[in-house]
């Protein structure tokens, strides 16, 4: 089974701008998590999707915004992007079924803002 | 509230010799999963192992065991027969699924970076 990618997977952008980053689960998932995790604040929880509703969101502003299409792949969207969203951006996916299911992650989008 | 401690910001183990990575956490849900990752310099987390609040036994998956200590809230992981491709970030994780399931959170700790010398 193919694992978890994500796309692209190195991204600068400068102040201001928008990203859009891409995550495509492993065949059969339907739970798709996003985290951001950076050298200050370390692993953090974004929001996790299941069947294209977001079933949790962390503490985040706005600007932080998801969605996840009909075949489980997800996407994650910055508005106005700020110095301080530079990070990786690692995304997760599991069956999403009830109780304890594990997540598999994917190699992470490097995220520069310049 | 849900907390992940990681005390050992560093490890240094020779190669071939067992290490114990330390975890302790944090919960008032009786009901909850613990997990560990490895985070090589690529970036990707690699799932290690996972421990049930319910189960009876340690789980082991090959080199790795996780010594669960259920009274004192300890997870710790136990890597035998170091090698050099285990130098890595290592992470402990937690994720709440009974009165304060929140889906698919997992709650990270601070990380151990473990050095295997050869």
């Known amino acids: 089974k193919a694992g978890v990618t994500q796309t692209p997977r190195y991204l600068i952008k400068t102040r201001g701008q928008q990203v859009t980053l891409s995550c495509s689960p492993i065949?059969?998932?339907?739970?798709v998590s996003w985290y951001q995790q950076t050298p200050g604040q370390g692993l953090q929880f974004l929001f996790e999707y299941f069947s294209e509703t977001q079933r949790n969101k962390g503490n985040f502003p706005g600007r932080f915004s998801g969605r996840q299409f009909s075949n489980s792949r997800s996407e994650m969207n910055v508005s106005t992007l700020e110095l301080g969203d530079s990070a990786l951006y690692l995304c997760?996916?599991?069956?999403?079924?009830?109780?304890?299911?594990?997540?598999?992650f994917g190699p992470g989008t490097r995220l520069t803002v310049l | 509230a849900q907390k992940i401690t990681q005390t050992q910001p560093g490890m240094f183990v020779q190669e071939k010799e067992a290490v114990t990575l330390d975890c302790t956490y944090d919960?008032?849900?009786?009901?909850?999963?613990l997990f560990w990752y490895k985070q090589p310099s690529s970036g990707e987390m690699i799932f290690l192992i996972y421990q049930g609040s319910y189960d009876q036994q340690n789980a082991t998956e090959g080199r790795y065991s996780l010594n669960f200590q259920k009274a004192r809230k300890s997870a710790n992981l136990v890597i035998s027969a170091s090698q050099l491709g285990d130098s890595a970030m290592y992470f402990c994780?937690?994720?709440?699924?009974?009165?304060?399931?929140?889906?698919?959170?997992?709650?990270f700790g601070q990380g151990t970076e473990l050095s295997v010398k050869p």
């Open positions: 997760a996916s599991s069956y999403g079924l009830a109780g304890v299911d594990t997540q598999y």
């Open positions: 994780a937690m994720r709440e699924v009974g009165t304060h399931n929140q889906g698919g959170k997992l709650i």
């Open positions: 919960t008032s849900d009786p009901s909850y999963g």
């Open positions: 065949s059969g998932h339907r739970s």
